[in-house]
């Protein structure tokens, strides 16, 4: 159920980076089509070789991608696999990881995070109608298609990336410096429902308000797990509305948390509130 793209279609160039148990690099692929020679700007995803025995995981992360279309989630074109050698192809997003972008940025107003927001909700909504669990939601797995331009105001528009290996074989280790991403119930069940990735967007919120800034960033690993022990909230933000809604989304009983559609009305009024009139005014030049 996938493309096998040929190695030697693949020119590899840097290194982008690397996720868990992977590396990224930017490259291309040559296809021929109608007897032209196209040539495609890709990311290169790459299984570690000491990690081969997570092929299938890899690759079923990729296919989930691939078997649902989506306009913000990420595109994989196939896949690669040669000698050792595990490698999944990706639409080359042109901005990057969102945190990263976020912490780069100075200037991103109230009303493009939101609308940020209301993307990745869709994306879920969509995933949600499907019954399908995604297990990954966080701002680094926020592609960044289009910057958007304040003066043009013109938005910005993300794509949902592959959700990698899964949480069973990633180790106890990976999964604990994923909170506060993953929801608390992962850490016994190591099993991924659609009532997790309301949880972790309720992080992603966090960290899109914060300017990229990773939550408890500096818990180490058992203060993280005294973090789910102790039933705790992350720091709640000035604007109580939107706080809510995170603090509804990151309730420790799964059943209790939204719906995407209700999210997604809670965006849509706070997009309209007259607080994000009133926080436009800290981003209009003086
Ligand atoms: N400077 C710069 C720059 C870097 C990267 C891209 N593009 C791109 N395209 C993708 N399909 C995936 C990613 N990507 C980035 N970090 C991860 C790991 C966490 O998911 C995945 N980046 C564009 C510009």
């Known amino acids: 159920q996938f493309h096998m793209i040929k190695h030697e279609d693949l020119t590899w160039s840097e290194s982008l980076g690397q996720g868990s148990f992977t590396h990224i690099f930017r490259g291309s692929k040559t296809d021929q089509r109608d007897g032209v020679t196209h040539s495609t700007e890709v990311l290169l995803k790459v299984l570690d070789a000491n990690h081969k025995n997570c092929w299938e995981s890899f690759f079923e992360a990729a296919s989930l991608m691939s078997q649902i279309s989506h306009k913000h989630l990420l595109l994989v074109y196939g896949i690669s696999v040669h000698k050792s050698k595990n490698i999944m192809v990706q639409e080359f997003v042109k901005h990057g990881a969102l945190d990263l972008y976020l912490k780069k940025s100075t200037s991103v107003s109230v009303s493009w995070k939101l609308d940020v927001a209301k993307q990745l909700a869709c994306a879920l909504n969509f995933l949600e109608e499907k019954n399908i669990a995604h297990g990954n939601i966080c701002a680094k797995n926020l592609l960044l298609a289009r910057e958007g331009d304040p003066s043009t105001d013109n938005s910005p528009f993300i794509k949902l990336s592959d959700p990698g290996i899964s949480m069973a074989l990633l180790g106890k280790d990976v999964v604990l410096d994923r909170i506060p991403w993953v929801a608390p119930e992962v850490l016994n069940t190591l099993e991924i429902e659609l009532e997790c990735d309301k949880w972790s967007f309720g992080s992603t919120l966090w960290e899109i308000f914060n300017n990229g800034e990773a939550p408890l960033q500096g818990l180490d690993p058992i203060h993280k797990q ?38 997604i009305r809670q965006l849509n009024s706070l997009i309209t509130s007259d607080y994000e009139i009133l926080h436009a005014s800290d981003t209009l030049p003086k």
Do not use: V
């Open 226 to 263: 005294q973090f789910y022990e102790h039933f705790s909230n992350l720091p709640a933000l000035e604007w109580t509305e939107l706080a809510d809604l995170i603090s509804q989304c990151m309730q420790y009983q799964p059943e209790l948390r939204p719906s995407c559609r209700s999210i």
